[in-house]
C-alpha cells in the first residue's frame, strides 16, 4: 500500500464518506480483529442455512453468499484454533 492510498483510506474512514468502512474500523479498533474474524464466522454459519431456504437470491446469489460463508467460516475456524493454542501455551 502506497503513502497516498493509506492517506485516502484514513481520509474514507474519518469522513464518514464509506459508512461501514468507518463502522468496521471503529469496531476492530474497539474489539480486534481477531473477535470481529470470529463473530463474523458466527453470523457465516447461520446465514449459510438461511440462504439454502431463501427465495428471493438468484443461483449466482446464493452461490456467492455461500461462497462467502464458507471461506469466512474457514478464517474464524483458524482464528478460534489460534487463539486456542495462544492460551494452551502461555
Known amino acids: 500500500m502506497t503513502t497516498e492510498e493509506r492517506a485516502n483510506f484514513w481520509k474514507i474512514v474519518e469522513t464518514g464518506s464509506n459508512p461501514l468502512?468507518?463502522?468496521m474500523s471503529s469496531l476492530v479498533e474497539k474489539?480486534?480483529?481477531?473477535?470481529?474474524?470470529?463473530?463474523?464466522?458466527?453470523?457465516?454459519?447461520?446465514?449459510?442455512?438461511?440462504?439454502?431456504?431463501?427465495?428471493?437470491?438468484?443461483p449466482n446469489q446464493r452461490g456467492l453468499i455461500k461462497n462467502c460463508c464458507a471461506q469466512v467460516s474457514n478464517l474464524s475456524d483458524l482464528m478460534h484454533a489460534e487463539m486456542n493454542h495462544l492460551k494452551a501455551n502461555q
Request: negative net charge; charged residues 15%; hydrophobic residues 55%.
Open 31 to 58: 474489539w480486534g480483529m481477531p473477535a470481529i474474524v470470529m463473530a463474523l464466522g458466527d453470523i457465516s454459519n447461520v446465514l449459510s442455512e438461511d440462504v439454502i431456504e431463501a427465495d428471493n437470491l438468484t
Open 21 to 23: 468502512l468507518s463502522a
